[in-house]
């Protein structure tokens, strides 16, 4: 699994009615933050922070949680959770999720 700087780009622009958004390398990825707050993370994908509250909006959407391997067993990490494809183009949609995901 790799991050692609041009994806977490494309994502920070998306972003840019929420003030600054700065990249940062993180596991192979790219981690994007937000006044010092990580709220995302790219990958092969987006990935959102999201919470309990959340975390049935995007099951619903049919979004993934981040997933990887570590010693030879499937880490699931449910505290971020793949952004809907229909949203990555959506400025305000993207937004929208980013915002909550800062809270």
């Known amino acids: 699994m790799s991050g692609s700087r041009s994806l977490a780009e494309h994502v920070a622009?998306?972003?840019a009615p929420l003030g600054e958004v700065t990249l940062h390398?993180?596991?192979?990825?790219?981690?994007?933050?937000?006044r010092g707050s990580q709220f995302?993370?790219?990958?092969?994908?987006?990935y959102l922070r999201v919470d309990g509250a959340a975390r049935p909006s995007y099951e619903e959407a049919g979004s993934m949680p981040f997933t990887y391997l570590a010693a030879g067993r499937e880490v699931v990490?449910?505290?971020y959770y793949s952004v809907p494809a229909e949203v990555m183009d959506d400025r305000d949609g993207l937004c929208a999720l980013a915002r909550a995901a800062l809270a």
């Not at 995302?40 to 987006?46: P, R």
């Open 25 to 34: 390398r993180y596991f192979g990825g790219w981690a994007l933050r937000s």
């Open 13 to 15: 622009d998306q972003l």
């Open 77 to 79: 990490v449910r505290a």
């Open 40 to 46: 995302a993370m790219v990958m092969d994908t987006l």
